[in-house]
Every structure is written in structure tokens, then in C-alpha cells.
């Protein structure tokens, strides 16, 4: 049985064959995956896997969290919620989330 630390998914199991031939397992964490837009899930651009949490983000509202199609359909979304001219139950689901924060700004 591997050690509670090993069960989760963030490690991957490596089979390998010792030189005494014995089979074994060894686990090895995860490599890092390039961050998604959360609404539409396309690849972030510009955002780095390494480095610290300044280097990982953009400095832009929703940085390193929509993409800026994303953002900027959020931005109008917002607007028109403050103006009156569309209600917050006419937004999709996902995106509902992000016009409510932007709207309490």
C-alpha cells in the first residue's frame, strides 16, 4: 500500500526496473500545466508556469484568470447590468460570477 502522500493525483507513478531486476514504483510529482481562461478554457498567454506569483499573472483586471476576449465581453456584460439595460439572470452561468465582482467594484 504507497504512503497516504503518494494516493492523491498529483503525483505520477513511474515503473522501473532496478538494476537487481526488482520492479518498482516510484512516484514523481506533477509537471505544471499552462493556466486556462475559465470561461472559454483556451491557454493563457503570456503568463509563465515558473516563477513567483507576480510572474504568473497579468496586471489587467481578471489577469491570469480570462482571457482578454473573455474579460472584455465581461466588461460589457457589467455595463449593462449597472445601466439597466440587461438583468444579471439573462448571463450565463459562468460568466455571472465575474459580472457580480465586477459590479461591486
Known amino acids: ?39 472559454c478554457r483556451t491557454e493563457l498567454h503570456g503568463i509563465s508556469v515558473n516563477g513567483g506569483r507576480s510572474r504568473r499573472t497579468n496586471s489587467r483586471l481578471f489577469g491570469g484568470v480570462l482571457c482578454a476576449n473573455c474579460t472584455a465581453e465581461i466588461v460589457k456584460l457589467g455595463s449593462r447590468v449597472e445601466h439597466g439595460d440587461m438583468k444579471l439572470t439573462d448571463i450565463g452561468i459562468r460568466q455571472r460570477a465575474y459580472v457580480l465582482q465586477l459590479v461591486a467594484h
Not at 5 to 12: A, E, G, K, Q, V
Open 1 to 39: 500500500m504507497p504512503k497516504p502522500m503518494h494516493r492523491s493525483h498529483s503525483f505520477r507513478k513511474a515503473h522501473r526496473i532496478t538494476r537487481t531486476g526488482r520492479n518498482v514504483i516510484r512516484y514523481r510529482r506533477a509537471a505544471p500545466s499552462q493556466p486556462h481562461c475559465a470561461i
